[in-house]
């Protein structure tokens, strides 16, 4: 039943739209093996099996967090119905568009992923919520859903048993906060997008107070392909513990930036210089940001370049691998000028609810502000360093979180930077 110890196909498997033209129409993913996976689901596996597969997998989320999927899935209180699933296709993160490629591109296999984790947790209704700005993509997929319900791959009793699946779109208003899942949820039942005090978690007490299963756009689109060659085919794709095909967002200083879809591990030089054709007008590279603003800067140097791509490695160079939206800072890049960016945008995004994000970023606009536009001195550095400090381990969900990963490690790795810029 599985394609165990089968080599991985030489094309993709999440941007499959590259190789066969059309594939968002149903007709052409049909012919493509589309909805086989989860006919396969509902009518061989039982929903524990599937969750199982996937466990087996190794599949992690692709939100940013690298959490195991199936293991998550296992977390759904089986006691208390109904039950949800929430596709997280906010995408707000500065660097990120993968989700948005694999929603515009190869839909059908986002929606089949959809349909096989509701199929999992027992659940018969599922929503995508997707940020504001994607409205055009909500109306396709709204298209999308009820060609699905015309062809009874949606609606009652699939494939003739008795599961019976509605998947809507709700979209909401264009914050970076209602990425964070419990902030997403808050949104989705009308409520202002701030986070939840946790625990309880999600799969406990979700949406509307029920358990809920919230995954990220490339996280359940893996899923199809997981159930249709097996877990441990899967398995052979990726490193031991991060495995899988992994879409990097690549942007910044770099001569072809775009999404590409490559086995987790693969090193960062392979991805810039050999994918992404290397940095403009032969400049040196300077720093990357694996997880797009909210990322640490990461030194470039040999050891940096060499090293992979996935959930354990990125950690040794001082950052994590979070979405894996990959931005390239040559040499011709400020530091100071760089973090005054991030600091400005999550002091945008900073819903306010805690005060160390509220205030900290506030101060930290201010800061990096001055010492951007050369008006500061080194104790306004030190400063800077010490507000950044304090935020950490203090807010209420991640957002806090990252919004000082980039001071700080600017601050202790590019110091000479600031030395450059301060007015003595
Ligand atoms: C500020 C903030 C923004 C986030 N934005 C997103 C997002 O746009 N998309 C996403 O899938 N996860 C986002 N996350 C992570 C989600 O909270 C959650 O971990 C994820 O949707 C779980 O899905 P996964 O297990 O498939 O990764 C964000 C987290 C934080 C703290």
């Known amino acids: 039943m599985n394609d165990v110890g089968r080599e991985p196909p030489a094309g993709h498997i999440l941007l499959r739209h590259r190789e066969i033209p059309e594939i968002d129409n149903l007709e052409v993913y049909r012919q493509n093996g589309g909805f086989e996976a989860l006919r396969k689901a509902v009518t061989l596996m039982g929903p524990d099996e599937v969750t199982e597969e996937v466990k087996t997998s190794g599949l992690r989320g692709r939100g940013g967090a690298g959490f195991p999927t199936g293991l998550k899935w296992t977390f759904i209180d089986y006691d208390r119905y109904p039950h949800y699933v929430v596709a997280n296709a906010d995408e707000s993160e500065p660097g990120t568009y993968k989700d948005r490629e694999i929603m515009e591109g190869n839909p059908f296999q986002f929606l089949e992923g959809v349909a ?118 899967y398995r052979n794709i990726g490193t031991e513990k991060s495995t899988g095909p992994k879409i990097f967002s690549l942007s910044g200083n770099v001569e072809r930036p775009g999404n590409y879809e490559l086995p987790l591990g693969t090193t960062f030089r392979e991805l810039i210089y050999e994918h992404g054709g290397g940095i403009p007008n032969g400049r040196l590279i300077k720093a990357i940001m694996a997880a797009g603003a909210s990322s640490s800067l990461i030194v470039a140097n040999d050891e940096a370049l060499d090293t992979k791509m996935d959930y354990e490695s990125v950690p040794n160079v001082g950052a994590q691998l979070g979405s894996a939206s990959v931005i390239v800072i040559d040499d011709t890049v400020s530091i100071p000028w760089l973090i005054n960016k991030t600091i400005h945008f999550f002091k945008h995004e900073s819903c306010g609810k805690c005060t160390p994000c509220r205030e900290g970023n506030y101060w930290m606009v201010h800061l990096t502000e001055r010492i951007a536009q050369g008006q500061a001195s080194m104790n306004d550095v030190e400063l800077l360093y010490d507000v950044a400090s304090q935020i950490k381990g203090k807010c209420l969900c991640a957002l806090g979180e990252f919004s000082i990963e980039a001071v700080l490690s600017g601050i202790e790795r590019f110091r000479t930077d600031f030395e450059q810029v301060v007015a003595d």
């Open 116 to 233: 096989i984790c509701a199929y999992a947790i027992r659940a018969e209704t599922a929503y995508i919520y997707l940020r504001g700005e994607f409205w055009q993509i909500a109306e396709s997929l709204d298209r999308q859903i009820e060609a699905l319900e015309r062809s009874g791959f949606l609606g009652d009793n699939l494939f003739g048993t008795d599961y019976s699946l509605r998947i809507s779109t709700h979209l909401g208003a264009g914050a970076y906060i209602c990425g964070e899942e419990t902030a997403l949820l808050e949104s989705m039942e009308g409520k202002l997008g701030q986070p939840r005090l946790r625990p309880p978690f999600p799969p406990s007490f979700g949406l509307y107070g029920k358990p809920t299963v919230v995954n990220n756009v490339e996280t359940l689109t893996n899923v199809p392909m997981i159930i249709k060659h097996g877990g441990d085919w």
